[in-house]
């Protein structure tokens, strides 16, 4: 197999690592070289061999983004249908009521997938993990778009069931749970093996109020065992909050530490209402030392949340509780650069100053916390001996003119728009905005009969029986059908 250098020549800017500082450093007009086997060379020029040369005058390269939290499965069926819908007495929540109806069929979880994937890496992704429920092509979709891959298959002992539009019920199976986690169990075993070795597996109780605490304990053992990474949602909506204090008195970081599972290998997803949330009105303001001092990672997906009028409170304040925090997707539109810019809008506000979190703080959580996150040194910088995993963006780009600092103009203007060329592994994923190896436009044709059989399914399931039209109702009067 042939294994070509590549030389970005005089790249106009460089995100590069810098050793000494521990940090992402500015580099203008400097030589970056790569091929399979990794980063070569950051700096000055570079005197040894290329293959293939590209002209780096007008782009800025930058490492490829860490997104340590995102759906597959259904999300990209549900956009357009619940944005505005929540249930009043959760707090304003669709996810109980209304998303959770929304079921993809096999047929329609690869074309999701591979929206998903598209959708990611043309927005600068290079590394990602999956919470799904497995489906046939799964694995071999995620190895074949080239993208670095953490497959997480949920399992949970409990569902959700909604008494009308009031309350929020546990429908326990813990048989079925357990048979589900011994399915992810020989999942995760299976994808830690693939030949590209680009993948790995993560272990995933779905949500903390939907697995028994002995299910959590025997996942984070297994996962410990195997040296793998654990992903849980955990404080994600005002219901989980209140089912906890019920249960146990405690909230989601606090259970989670009594249970002995904090730790630098442990992933919890959105981690949104803890104690100090001016919504959760607790006595106590220890859950962000909780976090900090085992060394637990955040997945923030500011999108989906302040969709529904919620956020986290606030990210700067968790950067100085000194928590790692992780940006992930979450649900669609899978686009990380909005979600950067939500992260950092949300933070300002929640923090109630512009001085809340500052653009390189946020492109570092986004890549070497994401790094951190999944117990990597070498993704998410640009440093000889990481891994090529890197974005071209174009600062020729109507968006990103005028330069003064391109990362700004990426996050707060230009976002996918610019992303010019995606690398993983040496490989483009991405070139010249194109997707490489997958199939996106026949993927995006599926979605109109995906998304009705879905929804004919929601009007079956419902517990109210209610049409799509009381569901999902239009945004605007529809006037006229000719
Ligand atoms: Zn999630």
């Known amino acids: 197999m042939t294994n070509t250098v590549t030389a970005v020549r005089r790249a106009a800017w460089v995100v590069a690592w810098d050793e000494s500082t521990s940090q992402h450093v500015y580099m203008q007009d400097v030589d970056i070289v790569f091929s399979k086997d990794g980063i070569l060379h950051v700096g000055p020029a570079y005197e040894g061999h290329v293959d293939e040369v590209i002209a780096g005058a007008s782009l800025m390269v930058m490492p490829g983004f860490v997104n340590v939290h995102c759906h597959s499965g259904d999300e990209p069926i549900a956009k357009g249908l619940f944005e505005d819908v929540g249930t009043a007495a959760l707090w304003g929540n669709a996810l109980y009521e209304y998303s959770a109806l929304i079921d993809a069929d096999d047929d329609a979880k690869a074309a999701c997938q591979t929206i998903m994937l598209g959708d990611l890496m043309r927005s600068g992704v290079t590394t990602h993990l ?9 694995l071999s979709l995620a190895a074949e778009s080239g993208l670095r891959a953490y497959l997480a298959p949920g399992f949970r002992e409990a569902q959700w069931r909604m008494a009308g539009s009031h309350r929020l019920d546990f429908e326990w199976n813990k048989a079925r749970g357990r048979e589900r986690y011994a399915e992810a169990l020989a999942f995760v075993d299976q994808a830690c093996t693939h030949p590209s070795g ?81 919504w959760t009105r607790q006595r106590s303001r220890d859950d962000l030392a909780r976090l900090a001092r085992s060394g637990t990672s955040v997945a923030h997906c500011p999108v989906t949340f302040a969709r529904s009028g919620m956020t986290l409170e606030s990210l700067g304040a968790y950067c100085r509780a000194g928590v790692n ?139 109210q029986g209610r049409s799509l039209s009381t569901l999902a109702p239009y945004s605007l009067p529809l006037a006229v059908r000719g």
């Open 198 to 278: 680009r993948i790995d597996g993560v272990i995933a109780p779905s949500q903390i109020e939907t697995c028994s605490e002995e299910l959590i304990q025997d996942a984070v053992a297994e996962a410990r065992r195997r040296g793998m990474r654990i992903t849980i949602h955990a404080a994600q909506t005002m219901a989980e909050h209140e089912e906890l204090l019920r249960r146990t008195g405690e909230t989601a970081p606090a259970l989670l530490e009594r249970l002995g599972v904090l730790g630098p290998d442990l992933i919890l997803g959105h981690c949104i209402f803890l104690d100090h949330h001016t």
């Open 325 to 463: 925090v992780g940006i992930g997707t979450d649900s669609y539109p899978f686009n990380m650069l909005e979600e950067l810019r939500e992260a950092l809008i949300c933070s300002r506000i929640a923090g109630r100053s512009v001085f809340d979190l500052d653009t390189g703080s946020l492109v570092s959580a986004a890549t070497l916390g994401g790094a951190k996150a999944l117990g990597r040194s070498d993704i998410g910088r640009l440093a000889a001996g990481a891994k090529a995993d890197l974005t071209l963006v174009d600062l020729s780009h109507p968006a990103m003119q005028p330069v003064h600092d391109p990362l700004r103009n990426l996050i707060h203007c230009a976002a996918e728009r610019a992303i010019r060329d995606v690398y993983v592994d040496g490989d483009a994923v991405v070139k010249g905005h194109r997707i490489v190896n997958l199939d996106y436009d026949g993927a995006i044709r599926e979605l109109q009969d995906a998304q009705k059989r879905a929804c004919r399914r929601a009007e079956q399931d419902d517990p």
């Open 130 to 138: 999956d919470i799904a429920s497995p489906h046939s092509k799964w």
